[in-house]
């Protein structure tokens, strides 16, 4: 198997404009994570889907950020308006049902975002 | 609320015996995992106890006890490329909770 995918790898991109990550999760895992990291903030778990539905949004910060699983391979996850605060490595992770699913993740190799 | 607390950083030499600690101020969840994370790269799974005891593979162990809200991760015969962070995390509710991480320094 492939891993989780993420692309792209590495985005530059100026404040005030909008960012779309990728994710295409290990095939027939059920659960799909997005998680912020950052030195100030260690690892922060943003929204996970179950079967492609949003099951704790909790962690998205605030209503510029926006994730959407349209099917069992793929998600995306959305900044709009991007800040300079924003700026992070962002991980997508999945797990099977069979593993425990919130218990077993897999993660992606990472998207590095800087919002100048 | 919830957390969970780690060492921000342990030191140990190469070919020792190493344990992180995780406590936890919640009740309820349901299992513990332990992740690892070298610089620059992303986080890999390691192990995870649904129930109290230790579990073993290879030369990481983990452990947990409910009663006590306490687990720890367990490195034996350490090796330079386990300089590294290691995360717990814990399922509670719908809720998912990482430690903010303990980073491995490791003497030769």
């Not at chain 1, 005030?16 to 027939?28: A, F, H, N, W």
């Not at chain 1, 099917?71 to 593993?99: H, M, W």
């Not at chain 2, 590294?84 to 320094?105: E, M, N, P, Q």
Request: with cysteine; glycine share 10%.
């Amino acid at each position: 198997d492939a891993g989780v995918i993420q692309s792209p790898r590495h985005e530059v991109t100026e404040m005030g404009q909008e960012v779309t990550l990728r994710c295409k999760p290990i095939s027939g895992h059920d659960y799909l994570f997005w998680y912020r990291q950052t030195m100030m903030r260690g690892l922060e778990l943003l929204i996970y889907f179950n079967n492609n539905v949003p099951i704790d949004d909790s962690g998205m910060p605030e209503d510029r950020f926006s994730a959407k699983m349209p099917n069992a391979s793929f998600s995306t996850l959305k900044i709009q308006p991007s800040e300079p605060r924003d700026s992070a490595v962002y991980f997508c992770a999945s797990g099977p049902l069979a593993g425990g699913g919130t218990d077993t993740q897999y993660f992606g190799p990472g998207t590095r975002l800087t919002v100048l | 609320g919830q957390s969970l607390e780690q060492p921000s950083e342990v030191t140990a030499v190469e070919g020792a015996i190493v344990q992180i600690n995780c406590t936890y101020q919640t009740s309820g969840f349901y299992g513990l995992s332990w992740y690892q994370q070298h610089d620059g790269g992303a986080p890999t799974f390691l192990s995870y106890n649904a129930l109290d005891g230790l579990e073993e593979t290879g030369r990481f162990s983990s452990f947990l006890s409910r009663s006590d809200s306490y687990g720890y991760l367990l490195l034996q015969e350490l090796q330079m490329k386990d300089s590294a962070s290691y995360f717990c995390a814990v399922r509670w509710d719908d809720k998912i909770i990482f430690g903010k991480g303990t980073r491995l320094h490791i003497l030769p």
